[in-house]
């Protein structure tokens, strides 16, 4: 058993928890960003291969105290580095810290390359390679004021890079952040799903990629493939079970993607086409002040403009109420997901979420509105009409 950290992005981590639970995880502890737990290769196999929301899993080595870089050296220096890779396989270090004393993290980092390279001469008279864009092996040091904690990757590029995605748009959605909103708005296959500003087409690749029951690692490598203890045989047995469970949807199609940018959806057609997925979603060029709904009420989920894709906030403060009147107008019914971090969005759109989940794009704290479309409810009061409670929604 390995004691093993996952990362995800920030107000995910109880959908990490479940993720890395259905793994065989055991000793599971959320904290901030991430998960803790153990595991063995397996759980490390099956969460590579089947979360959604982990961003990486990381296997912890070392942990200790420090007071000055020679003791990260000498912390680094006692692990029996040869047991976990070989020599021949190229090595990055990378250091994140928080509140740490130290005033170079650079210097870190080559201090941690030098205590691997030292033991790898006493070992075999040998040392790795550094190669700083693709390495084989990625070795992560994170600092508090006091504590570093040394680890070893399993999982190479971030998750969220499932393999499919090549056009992107301003401000693109990671893919991780996109199935963790659609796991919280309670998305299951079958269900209709609008994605009214669909961008680069996050929303719907990981959507379709459900419909298709795809693994979302499925079609990419792993830093574990290079590690010693590494079962190439169990590997190859969990991969094929998760390509045989593969399914082609029937019957038309309950996904549906409209951008009013034609640049957004050419690079949203272009995604869905080269990762197989395109019978799956209904893709069309459409405005949603403009447009009808494309079918029965379901859900919409949405990343709108919130500034960094628009750099007039008049235009924003334009658009919000036109958003309002255009959902109260035609989409009686339907419970939409709003992802934003313009606090403006909310007053201007004039209509009350139900919730208000807080999450991180990337290091952009946002929101989650949640707005059931409820025929008649979803007005403005008039001025003195009530005590202004309808714009008040609970932090959840």
Same mark, same amino acid.
């Given at each position: ?11 995910? *981590? ?23 737990? $153990? ?9 590579? =291969? ?5 961003? &990486? ?19 680094? @220096? @006692? ?23 130290? $005033? ?6 080559? @201090? ?12 075999? #008279? ?15 040091? %994170? ?21 499919? /995605? ?8 990671? *893919? ?21 500003? !669909? ?19 499925? /079609? @990419?490598?792993?830093?574990?493939? $290079? ?9 190859? &047995? ?16 309950? =996904? ?17 086409? &080269? ?6 979603? #209904? ?29 007039? =906030?008049?235009?924003?403060?334009? %658009? ?15 419970? !939409? ?60």
């Amino acid at each position: 058993m390995f004691k093993l950290f996952a990362t995800c992005p920030r107000g995910l *981590e109880a959908l990490l928890a479940e993720d890395l639970a259905a793994a065989g995880a055991s000793d599971i502890r959320i904290v901030a960003s991430g998960v803790a737990c $153990k595991g063995g290769w397996e759980t490390i196999y099956r969460t590579n =291969l089947n979360s959604r929301i982990a961003t &990486r899993l990381m296997m912890q080595l070392s942990f200790g105290k420090y007071q000055k870089e020679e003791d990260i050296y000498k912390q680094a @220096r @006692r692990i029996d580095w040869p047991r976990h890779f070989d020599v021949a396989r190229t090595i990055r270090v990378y250091v994140t810290a928080i509140k740490s004393p130290l $005033k170079s993290l650079e210097f870190i980092t080559l @201090r941690i390359k030098d205590a691997v390279c030292d033991v790898f001469r006493d070992h075999c #008279d040998e040392r790795p390679s550094v190669d700083t864009r693709e390495p084989d092996v990625r070795i992560h040091a %994170f600092l508090t004021a006091e504590d570093c904690t040394l680890y070893l990757d399993t999982t190479g590029a971030p998750l969220y890079q499932r393999g499919y /995605r090549q056009k992107t748009v301003d401000a693109p959605l990671k *893919e991780n952040l996109a199935a963790g909103i659609l796991r919280l708005a309670g998305w299951q296959p079958g269900t209709v799903l609008l994605d009214p500003m !669909c961008g680069s087409g996050t929303f719907l690749l990981e959507a379709a990629q459900q419909v298709y029951n795809i693994a979302p690692g499925a /079609r @990419r490598s792993f830093a574990f493939e $290079k590690l010693k203890g590494f079962d190439a045989q169990q590997w190859q &047995r969990m991969k094929s079970a998760a390509q045989q469970a593969e399914r082609k949807p029937s019957g038309a199609p309950t =996904l549906f993607g409209r951008d009013a940018s034609p640049s957004a959806y050419r690079a949203a057609l272009a995604n869905l086409d &080269r990762a197989g997925l395109l019978p799956a979603v #209904d893709l069309a060029q459409g405005d949603i002040l403009e447009a009808a709904p494309p079918a029965t009420p379901g859900l919409m989920v949405c990343n709108p403009p919130y500034g960094e894709r628009l750099e007039e =906030l008049d235009d924003l403060l334009l %658009f919000y109420p036109k958003l309002g009147a255009a959902l109260k107008q035609k989409y009686a019914g339907w419970t !939409c997901y709003f992802l934003t971090a313009d606090p403006a969005m909310q007053k201007g759109i004039g209509l009350k979420p139900s919730k208000k989940t807080p999450l991180f794009n990337g290091a952009l704290e946002c929101r989650l509105f949640e707005i059931k479309m409820v025929a008649g409810f979803n007005r403005r009061k008039k001025p003195g009409e009530g005590d202004g409670a309808a714009e008040e929604a609970s932090e959840k």
